[in-house]
């Protein structure tokens, strides 16, 4: 009814389509299986907007259908609401023009329709329409008892039970005659108490007159929130003695108990259910959280699970889900795997018992090995669970743990392909782990998106959290001027309050790191001074940040001057305090402050780690003191830390300097065999470069094959250095055999620097070595892949006997033109252009 048959008819492609045809169109792609077509509802709605005119409102069937597409998970929520507005107002203008002629018109939106676009905001969870429209519907006297319902539904389908619960008080306070049926009071007094509005819950059950069991089950559930056990078993018993009180009522009554801890409760109302037959696995379910947790004991949840199969009942997900609850509180990740080994001959897993997993370890303090991430990621798939937005959080912060951007990608995708998709409720703290996710990722458009997402919601700014997260995205992806700029927009949106709160003072820290990667010291100080200026708390991770400011540009005074101003501040230094102070000051050559600081650390009860000791070790190296390295190392041991191939470098460069090469090969022989570690790429490329500094090419090269018989592969580093080495000797053997070596791994392009390949084949062609082995190691790099070229006179010697054949001489231009090209690209020492 209404303006539909007014309208014009819409021009397809030369051709005119009727208007109903264009309804259909879009009823066609609201009532689309599945998901909606919102492009084709697009179409049609641009369509039949160009038809109607500018100002002239669509038919109200059209603007039904648009509702429903735009309100499901495909659609645009704001663009949803602007259609229902429009429809609304079209049936109201329509009514009024009708009343005058002295006709009373069919009511549009009708109930049914009101009723179905309600229903579209289900799936999708949309609770600003569903409330929106409950809003008009109250405001028009339009809230009949299958509107109201429906609305209900969608606030409790999105996890809205407050709404709920103020949009029935809405309607007790509009005196609306609805009688409410026992299905709808159970939803809401469901509703009131997730809410935690007892008093609600109670007056529903009340005008509920007759509460069924259901009814009875949720206001038990109410006491239980209240502590009151003593209430909720009368409940039960009244129940009990009207012959009304089921397994789900007993049950109810017994998680009451149990989650309040009172276990005369638990016993009395545990063997009433084995006196009345109702117990079932769900009773024992909720009898094992007993045993969940800190407190769990492991032994008693394997007894219950034993008398429950006596009992003639199966375990479900639920009853191992709370049995790796119990395994996980003692730490034992073996046994909490060995559960799930059961779980999976047995009943599956599903969502909580992966969020289970992610939870123990990070409960423990631990973070998961990436075997094990990798095995309850897999769940996912094998048992096709639909990722919620818990697992999402629990999966994606382990991963983060683990600082492997693969990795990270991966589990992105596998929880897309779970088929999650951000509800329209989501919370901040889910946006802003997936905006972390995805700057770690470095999908920085990704996160801008979610930002946009997140922002955008009407009457909910970001939280501080959500800045300090976005500023931090930024910053990592080397983005400081959006950072910045995002930190004025949060001052703008949170700083009236003041600036002193914990979300400011994480947002200053991620800026003072920022500054401190690009050594812009000045910068992170005056965020330090603007901290305190406003009275923002400055902790023990921004004076650590502003100290490795400091000292990655060598201003250790102001480092000093920050390590006095913590004790003013009455923040403790902590090893990473110590640590960068030290480093900083051997970096500076300043051994005798390092000395001080090392000798202050450990009286103060702070171990010292491989870290500042690689950093004192260091700094004795560059010094020229090898009575100090000694010392060093012997503390180190003394200390119960074991000295790594970080070590092992820095004695190796220590000899080198000193051109002492038996000395440094000792190291690299003795050390790994006295303190049980192999000599990794960095150990084998660094003794390399100390025998190729000291005139000992061939020994360098020697090391090549025994690096790749004890299994550590060549880098980039590696070949290079091997490479400059053997072009400073004017090496053909040794060019030869580093570039036959490279170009016998894996994607050879990986490992061979494009200039010093070219300077090799130069060096080749100067020694007269082109046709025995340049050619063909042309040839072999050329179908690795690289874009090298044969040197000038050997490309001469190529295309001479081409020339010759088709012009009868030799042409001596194409040679000088060649000796003029590489005249103009001359190849520096060291093969850097």
Same mark, same amino acid.
């Given at each position: 009814?209404?303006?539909?048959?007014?309208?014009?008819?819409?021009?397809?492609?030369?051709?005119?389509?009727?208007?109903?045809?264009?309804?259909?169109?879009?009823?066609?792609?609201?009532?689309?299986?599945?998901?909606?077509?919102?492009?084709?509802?697009?179409?049609?709605?641009?369509?039949?907007?160009?038809?109607?005119?500018?100002?002239?409102?669509?038919?109200?069937?059209?603007?039904?259908?648009?509702?429903?597409?735009?309100?499901?998970?495909?659609?645009?929520?704001?663009?949803?609401?602007?259609?229902?507005?429009?429809?609304?107002?079209?049936?109201?203008?329509?009514?009024?023009?009708?009343?005058?002629?002295?006709?009373?018109?069919?009511?549009?939106?009708?109930?049914?329709?009101?009723?179905?676009?309600?229903?579209?905001?289900?799936?999708?969870?949309?609770?600003?329409?569903?409330?929106?429209?409950?809003?008009?519907?109250?405001?028009?006297?339009?809230?009949?008892?299958?509107?109201?319902?429906?609305?209900?539904?969608?606030?409790?389908?999105?996890?809205?039970?407050?709404?709920?619960?103020?949009?029935?008080?809405?309607?007790?306070?509009?005196?609306?005659?609805?009688?409410?049926?026992?299905?709808?009071?159970?939803?809401?007094?469901?509703?009131?108490?997730?809410?935690?509005?007892?008093?609600?819950?109670?007056?529903?059950?009340?005008?509920?007159?007759?509460?069924?069991?259901?009814?009875?089950?949720?206001?038990?559930?109410?006491?239980?929130?209240?502590?009151?056990?003593?209430?909720?078993?009368?409940?039960?018993?009244?129940?009990?003695?009207?012959?009304?009180?089921?397994?789900?009522?007993?049950?109810?009554?017994?998680?009451?108990?149990?989650?309040?801890?009172?276990?005369?409760?638990?016993?009395?109302?545990?063997?009433?259910?084995?006196?009345?037959?109702?117990?079932?696995?769900?009773?024992?379910?909720?009898?094992?959280?007993?045993?969940?947790?800190?407190?769990?004991?492991?032994?008693?949840?394997?007894?219950?699970?034993?008398?429950?199969?006596?009992?003639?009942?199966?375990?479900?997900?639920?009853?191992?889900?709370?049995?790796?609850?119990?395994?996980?509180?003692?730490?034992?990740?073996?046994?909490?795997?060995?559960?799930?080994?059961?779980?999976?001959?047995?009943?599956?897993?599903?969502?909580?018992?992966?969020?289970?997993?992610?939870?123990?370890?990070?409960?423990?303090?631990?973070?998961?090995?990436?075997?094990?991430?990798?095995?309850?990621?897999?769940?996912?798939?094998?048992?096709?669970?639909?990722?919620?937005?818990?697992?999402?959080?629990?999966?994606?912060?382990?991963?983060?743990?683990?600082?492997?951007?693969?990795?990270?990608?991966?589990?992105?995708?596998?929880?897309?392909?779970?088929?999650?998709?951000?509800?329209?409720?989501?919370?901040?703290?889910?946006?802003?782990?997936?905006?972390?996710?995805?700057?770690?990722?470095?999908?920085?458009?990704?996160?801008?998106?979610?930002?946009?997402?997140?922002?955008?919601?009407?009457?909910?700014?970001?939280?501080?959290?959500?800045?300090?997260?976005?500023?931090?995205?930024?910053?990592?992806?080397?983005?400081?001027?959006?950072?910045?700029?995002?930190f004025e927009d949060m001052k703008a949106t949170h700083g009236r309050q003041g600036l002193c709160s914990q979300g400011f003072a994480v947002a200053y820290a991620m800026l003072i790191r920022g500054f401190a990667q690009r050594k812009e010291c000045g910068k992170a100080l005056a965020c330090y001074d603007e901290m305190?200026?406003?009275?923002?708390?400055?902790?023990?991770?921004?004076?650590?940040?502003?100290?490795?400011?400091?000292?990655?540009?060598?201003?250790?005074?102001? $480092?000093?001057? +920050?390590?006095?101003? *913590?004790?003013? !501040?009455?923040?403790? @230094? /902590?090893?990473? #305090? =110590? &640590?960068? %102070?030290?480093?900083?000051?051997?970096?500076?050559?300043?051994?005798?402050?390092?000395?001080?600081?090392?000798?202050?650390?450990?009286?103060?009860?702070?171990?010292?780690?491989?870290?500042?000791?690689?950093?004192?070790?260091?700094?004795?190296?560059?010094?020229?003191?090898?009575?100090?390295?000694?010392?060093?190392?012997?503390?180190?041991?003394?200390?119960?830390?074991?000295?790594?191939?970080?070590?092992?470098?820095?004695?190796?460069?220590?000899?080198?300097?000193?051109?002492?090469?038996?000395?440094?090969?000792?190291?690299?022989?003795?050390?790994?065999?006295?303190?049980?570690?192999?000599?990794?790429?960095?150990?084998?490329?660094?003794?390399?470069?100390?025998?190729?500094?000291?005139?000992?090419?061939?020994? $360098?090269?020697? +090391?090549?094959?025994? *690096?790749?018989? !004890?299994?550590?592969? @060549? /880098?980039?580093? #590696? =070949? &290079?250095? %091997?490479?400059?080495?053997?072009?400073?000797?004017?090496?053909?053997?040794?060019?030869?055999?580093?570039?036959?070596?490279?170009?016998?791994?894996?994607?050879?392009?990986?490992?061979?620097?494009?200039?010093?390949?070219?300077?090799?084949?130069?060096?080749?062609?100067?020694?007269?070595?082109?046709?025995?082995?340049?050619?063909?190691?042309?040839?072999?790099?050329?179908?690795?892949?690289?874009?090298?070229?044969?040197?000038?006179?050997?490309?001469?010697?190529?295309?001479?006997?081409?020339?010759?054949?088709?012009?009868?001489?030799?042409?001596?231009?194409?040679?000088?033109?060649?000796?003029?090209?590489?005249?103009?690209?001359?190849?520096?020492?060291?093969?850097?252009?």
């Amino acid at each position: 009814g209404g303006p539909a048959e007014k309208a014009a008819p819409a021009t397809v492609a030369g051709g005119v389509v009727p208007v109903e045809a264009m309804v259909v169109l879009l009823e066609c792609a609201a009532r689309r299986p599945r998901r909606p077509d919102v492009a084709l509802a697009l179409r049609s709605e641009r369509l039949l907007r160009g038809a109607a005119g500018r100002g002239t409102p669509l038919p109200a069937g059209a603007l039904d259908a648009l509702v429903r597409v735009h309100a499901s998970c495909a659609g645009d929520q704001t663009k949803a609401t602007d259609c229902f507005d429009e429809l609304v107002a079209g049936g109201e203008q329509g009514q009024a023009g009708e009343e005058e002629g002295g006709e009373r018109p069919p009511k549009v939106p009708s109930e049914g329709s009101v009723v179905g676009m309600l229903g579209a905001c289900v799936d999708s969870q949309n609770a600003d329409l569903a409330e929106h429209i409950l809003a008009w519907a109250r405001r028009r006297g339009r809230c009949s008892l299958p509107v109201f319902a429906a609305g209900v539904k969608v606030l409790a389908a999105a996890r809205s039970p407050e709404r709920a619960c103020d949009a029935f008080e809405a309607l007790e306070k509009d005196e609306c005659d609805l009688e409410l049926d026992a299905a709808l009071y159970g939803q809401l007094i469901r509703c009131a108490v997730q809410a935690g509005r007892r008093g609600l819950a109670r007056h529903l059950f009340h005008l509920a007159g007759n509460p069924d069991a259901q009814n009875s089950a949720s206001l038990i559930r109410a006491c239980g929130q209240e502590g009151d056990v003593k209430q909720a078993v009368d409940l039960l018993f009244d129940l009990r003695d009207r012959g009304e009180a089921d397994t789900t009522v007993f049950n109810s009554t017994l998680d009451v108990a149990v989650s309040n801890g009172d276990q005369e409760a638990v016993d009395t109302i545990f063997e009433e259910m084995k006196a009345s037959h109702c117990v079932d696995v769900v009773t024992y379910n909720i009898l094992l959280k007993q045993f969940t947790g800190a407190d769990g004991c492991l032994e008693q949840s394997r007894a219950l699970l034993k008398e429950m199969r006596g009992f003639g009942l199966k375990p479900n997900v639920a009853t191992y889900n709370s049995l790796l609850g119990s395994v996980l509180a003692t730490g034992d990740f073996a046994a909490a795997w060995r559960t799930v080994d059961e779980m999976e001959a047995g009943p599956g897993a599903d969502a909580y018992t992966i969020s289970i997993l992610f939870k123990g370890y990070k409960g423990r303090r631990r973070t998961i090995d990436p075997a094990s991430f990798d095995r309850a990621l897999a769940l996912i798939e094998k048992y096709s669970v639909k990722a919620d937005e818990i697992l999402v959080n629990v999966a994606l912060e382990a991963c983060f743990g683990l600082r492997d951007q693969e990795r990270l990608n991966g589990t992105l995708t596998a929880l897309r392909r779970s088929g999650w998709t951000l509800p329209k409720q989501c919370s901040m703290h889910t946006y802003a782990t997936l905006i972390k996710a995805y700057g770690m990722s470095r999908q920085l458009n990704m996160a801008w998106k979610l930002w946009g997402e997140a922002s955008g919601k009407k009457g909910q700014p970001p939280t501080q959290q959500l800045f300090s997260q976005m500023i931090d995205v930024l910053v990592c992806n080397a983005r400081m001027e959006e950072a910045l700029s995002m930190f004025e927009d949060m001052k703008a949106t949170h700083g009236r309050q003041g600036l002193c709160s914990q979300g400011f003072a994480v947002a200053y820290a991620m800026l003072i790191r920022g500054f401190a990667q690009r050594k812009e010291c000045g910068k992170a100080l005056a965020c330090y001074d603007e901290m305190r200026e406003n009275g923002t708390k400055v902790g023990l991770v921004v004076f650590n940040s502003l100290i490795d400011a400091c000292s990655r540009v060598g201003d250790m005074s102001s $480092a000093a001057r +920050l390590y006095r101003d *913590m004790s003013r !501040a009455e923040c403790v @230094p /902590d090893l990473i #305090t =110590y &640590s960068t %102070l030290i480093k900083g000051y051997c970096v500076r050559g300043e051994m005798d402050e390092a000395w001080d600081l090392f000798e202050l650390m450990r009286n103060k009860g702070i171990r010292p780690d491989a870290i500042v000791f690689n950093s004192l070790l260091d700094g004795c190296a560059k010094k020229q003191m090898p009575d100090h390295c000694e010392q060093v190392i012997n503390d180190m041991v003394d200390a119960g830390i074991k000295p790594s191939n970080h070590s092992a470098s820095i004695l190796i460069k220590l000899y080198g300097r000193s051109r002492d090469v038996d000395a440094a090969f000792r190291v690299f022989e003795d050390m790994p065999l006295k303190y049980g570690f192999a000599p990794n790429t960095a150990v084998y490329t660094c003794l390399m470069s100390t025998f190729i500094g000291n005139g000992r090419l061939d020994r $360098a090269l020697n +090391l090549l094959p025994q *690096m790749i018989k !004890a299994g550590q592969r @060549p /880098d980039e580093k #590696t =070949y &290079s250095t %091997l490479l400059r080495g053997a072009l400073r000797s004017q090496s053909v053997d040794g060019v030869c055999s580093t570039l036959w070596s490279a170009l016998n791994c894996t994607e050879p392009r990986r490992f061979l620097d494009e200039e010093l390949v070219q300077s090799a084949l130069q060096l080749l062609q100067k020694r007269r070595a082109w046709e025995e082995q340049g050619r063909e190691l042309l040839e072999r790099m050329r179908a690795a892949g690289l874009p090298v070229h044969a040197p000038g006179g050997a490309q001469a010697q190529v295309q001479a006997p081409q020339a010759q054949a088709s012009c009868g001489q030799f042409d001596f231009s194409m040679v000088k033109q060649q000796q003029n090209n590489q005249q103009q690209s001359p190849v520096r020492r060291g093969g850097r252009r």
